[in-house]
């Protein structure tokens, strides 16, 4: 992820990865991130309904700038998922 990706250099699990690494730079990610974030909430508002498209881009947009921030601060950072995952976003998408 782009915010870690210093971060990800000193870890053995991530240190491989493309960013942290060079193989990919920033824009290149940030476009890369882009394009499938908004691909995936066109996918869902077309082929489910206009709710799932909102709670899939609720969820990219809290794990992207709330989730990553916390989760090296609190143990709690994961709540803020509960919400676009859990209020009937798989009702929302079976039902249709």
């Known amino acids: 992820m782009i915010i870690e ?10 240190k ?5 690494t060079g193989k990919l730079n920033v824009i290149e990610s940030l476009l890369f991130c882009s ?9 869902l508002w077309v082929f489910t309904n206009p709710l799932s ?5 609720v ?8 989730y990553t921030p916390l989760k090296r601060k609190t ?4 709540l803020w998922e509960l919400f676009p ?12």
């Open 53 to 57: 498209g909102i709670l899939g881009f």
């Open 59 to 66: 969820s990219i947009v809290l794990y992207a700038l709330v």
């Open 5 to 14: 990706k210093d971060l990800d250099k000193l870890m053995d699990r991530t």
């Open 35 to 43: 394009a499938f974030g908004i691909g995936g909430t066109v996918l």
């Open 85 to 96: 995952r859990f209020t009937n976003f798989n009702w929302r998408c079976c039902s249709y």
């Open 16 to 20: 491989n990865r493309p960013l942290p």
């Open 75 to 78: 143990p709690l950072s994961v």
